[in-house]
Each structure stands twice: as structure tokens, then as C-alpha cells.
């Protein structure tokens, strides 16, 4: 991402222009899953919802969450990383309980991370319940 973008996303968020911010994600996010930077994309996403989601933007916080899970999708066939898996809860943390996006959120991260139940690796589907039921 060059400086001149960082500079412009960092100044909407700081004044408000949350709509312009999310754009701006999803437009980062765009180059650079087109150009195979799948964990760069992910990355930005989970810290553009964050962001949005700590200002209350649950929809646009989502949506971008949910973004974040489909760049990781089409990085590789391998089960997620405990990192990404973590990021995934804490940004359903984030959200209110029973909202829709976060069931979205939750069952697109479910989704991915089947191949994790598949080679009974616990600890996704473990977060995932954990989350869903708090």
C-alpha cells in the first residue's frame, strides 16, 4: 500500500468518514488479492474492521470481517492459522451478540475452517461455539 493511500485512509477514519474508509478497504483489499497478497489483504481487512467496529459500524465492520475471511479462503488449501482463527473471534467479540453479522461472520468462518475439523485440529471450531454462545 503506498503512502500517499495510507495517509488518505488514515485521514478518513480520523474524521468520520467511515464510509470513505470502508471503500478504501475494500479497494486495498481488491489489488491485493488480485495480485496474490492473500495474508497483506487479510491483514488490512482485520484492522479496517476492527477500526470500524470499535466505532460502533457493526455493517461495515462485518462486512469487512467477512472479506477478511474470504482473502484468507483463497490464500491456500490448508487450515488456518492460529492467528487467523484468534482474529476471527476477536472481531466477533467486537460484535453484538445474535447480530446477523456476526452469524455471518461465524458461519463463513465455520466454513474455512473444516478442513481444520477434518484433521482434528480443535481449537477454530472450539472458538467459533465459544463465540457464537457468548
Known sequence: MTLRLQARLADALASG?????????????????????YDEAASLLYNGATALLNEGLHESGGD??????????KSTAEPPSVEFVSRVSALCRLMKPGSPEREMLTAKS??????????????????????YWN
Request: glycine residues 2%; charged residues 20%.
Open 64 to 73: 469487512l470481517a467477512c472479506q477478511m475471511v474470504a482473502a484468507q479462503a
Open 17 to 37: 468518514e467511515f464510509y470513505e474508509a470502508q471503500q478504501l478497504y475494500r479497494t486495498l483489499s481488491f489489488r491485493l488479492t488480485a495480485r496474490g497478497q
Open 110 to 131: 465455520i466454513e474455512l475452517t473444516e478442513a481444520c475439523i477434518r484433521i482434528k485440529a480443535t481449537i477454530a471450531p472450539r472458538n467459533s461455539a465459544s463465540n
